[in-house]
C-alpha cells in the first residue's frame, strides 16, 4: 500500500461546487502539505500543518480551505470551485526533523469546467 | 528569499548517452538539496539527497555534488534508458524551517 494516499486521483466538476481532496498517511510524520502544480510553474504551496491543531497558509491560499481531521489525515477544500483551480494537486508529509526529505502522493488531477 | 534554478527543458537524448541536469540555489543558512523524480501519472518520488558541502547523493545510477562554492547541485547520469523519461525537480529546505522550495521541473525524454 502506498505511504500517502490521495483520493480521488481525478475529478472533473463544474464551476461553483464545492469539492474536497483527500489525504491519508501511513508514514507518521507530523507534517502535513498540500500543493498544486501546473505547467512551468513547479510546485506551489496551498496550506501546511505541523500537527492537528497548527494549520498556515502557504503562498496561494485564496478559494482553499483545510482541515487536519487526525495526525495521519489531511483534506484540502475548494468552496467554490473557478476554473483557474484546474490543476494537479499533491499532499505530502514530513518528519519533524531539519532537513528530510518530503514523501508525495500520487496526485489529484482536478478539472474544473 | 530562498530559491532554486533549473534548466529548462524538454531535453531529449539517444539512449546511453550522458545526461547532465543543472540546478543552482540561492539560501540563507546551510540548506538540504534533494532531486525529485515525477514519472506519468504518478507523484514525486525522492531520486538523492544530500545534507552538507561536497556530499555526493547517488541512486540508480544518477548523481549529484552539493558544491557550495558554486551553490549547484547538477543532476548526472553516465547512461541514461529510455525508462529515465520523466520529469526531475531540484528542492532544497534549511534547517528550522517548514519550507522546500522547488524548482520548475525539467522533462528529459529518452528516444530508443
Known amino acids: 500500500d502506498a505511504d500517502v494516499t490521495q483520493t480521488p486521483r481525478n475529478r472533473i466538476t463544474k464551476t461553483g461546487k464545492r469539492i474536497m481532496l483527500e489525504c491519508s498517511q501511513t508514514?507518521?510524520?507530523?507534517?502535513m502539505y498540500w500543493y498544486r502544480q501546473d505547467p512551468g510553474l513547479g510546485l506551489r504551496l496551498i496550506y501546511y500543518?505541523?500537527?492537528?491543531?497548527?494549520?498556515n497558509k502557504g503562498e496561494i491560499s485564496d478559494g482553499y480551505s483545510v482541515s487536519r481531521q487526525a495526525q495521519a489525515k489531511f483534506s484540502l477544500s475548494l468552496e467554490s470551485a473557478i476554473p483557474n483551480q484546474t490543476a494537479l494537486y499533491f499532499c505530502?508529509?514530513?518528519?519533524?526533523?531539519?532537513?528530510?526529505?518530503?514523501?508525495f502522493g500520487d496526485g489529484t488531477r482536478l478539472s474544473i469546467l | 528569499g530562498n530559491s532554486v534554478t533549473q534548466m529548462e527543458g524538454p531535453v531529449t537524448l539517444s539512449e546511453e548517452a550522458f545526461l547532465t541536469i543543472n540546478c543552482t540555489y540561492t539560501?540563507?543558512?546551510?540548506?538540504?538539496l534533494f532531486w525529485y523524480v515525477q514519472y506519468p501519472g504518478e507523484g514525486l518520488q525522492l531520486l538523492l539527497k544530500?545534507?552538507?558541502?561536497?556530499d555526493k547523493g547517488s541512486n540508480k545510477g544518477f548523481e549529484a555534488t552539493y558544491r557550495k562554492e558554486t551553490t549547484s547541485f547538477h543532476l548526472e547520469k553516465g547512461s541514461v534508458q529510455v525508462s529515465d523519461s520523466a520529469v526531475y525537480f531540484c528542492?532544497?529546505?534549511?534547517?528550522?524551517?517548514?519550507?522546500?522550495?522547488f524548482g520548475t521541473g525539467t522533462r528529459l525524454k529518452v528516444l530508443a
Open positions: 528542492a532544497l529546505t534549511t534547517s528550522g524551517t517548514y519550507k522546500y522550495i
Open positions: 544530500a545534507t552538507k558541502a561536497d
Open positions: 505530502a508529509t514530513s518528519p519533524g526533523i531539519s532537513n528530510q526529505p518530503q514523501h
Open positions: 539560501a540563507t543558512g546551510y540548506p538540504s
Open positions: 508514514k507518521g510524520h507530523d507534517r
Open positions: 500543518s505541523f500537527d492537528v491543531k497548527d494549520i
